[in-house]
């Protein structure tokens, strides 16, 4: 069973930035299609980036100009940068393949203050 481990939360105020990262224990993660998702207290669970093995990538029309997905494929790791953060992006972040393959990680709690 592949473990997927976020980190790099935290509190920001609006207009701040961070970057999450997700490390996966995949022997094909470097062909593996990554996402970032998110879940906000209340809602569902949505689908925030993707990026393939090859690195293209794609956003949610929420995040796009804003957030960069990116990956390491020698650590298996997938990355997330988060730029000029907004109240509204307070959420609890996931990563997982995309379509999603694996059980959940605990994921990483990002606050965004007004």
């Known amino acids: 069973q592949v473990q997927l481990v976020e980190s790099g939360g935290g509190f920001v105020q609006s207009g701040g930035s961070l970057r999450l990262s997700c490390a996966a224990s995949d022997s094909i993660f470097n062909i593996r299609v990554m996402g970032w998702y998110r879940q906000a207290p209340g809602n569902k669970r949505d689908l925030v980036a993707t990026?393939?093995?090859?690195?293209?990538?794609n956003y949610a029309d929420s995040v796009q100009g804003r957030f960069t997905i990116s990956r390491d494929n020698a650590k298996k790791t997938v990355y997330l940068q988060r730029n000029s953060l907004k109240p509204e992006d307070t959420a609890g972040y996931y990563c997982?393949?995309?379509?999603?393959?694996?059980?959940w990680g605990q994921g990483t709690q990002v606050t965004v203050s007004s």
């Open positions: 990026i393939t093995g090859g690195g293209s990538t």
């Open positions: 997982n393949s995309h379509p999603e393959a694996w059980s």
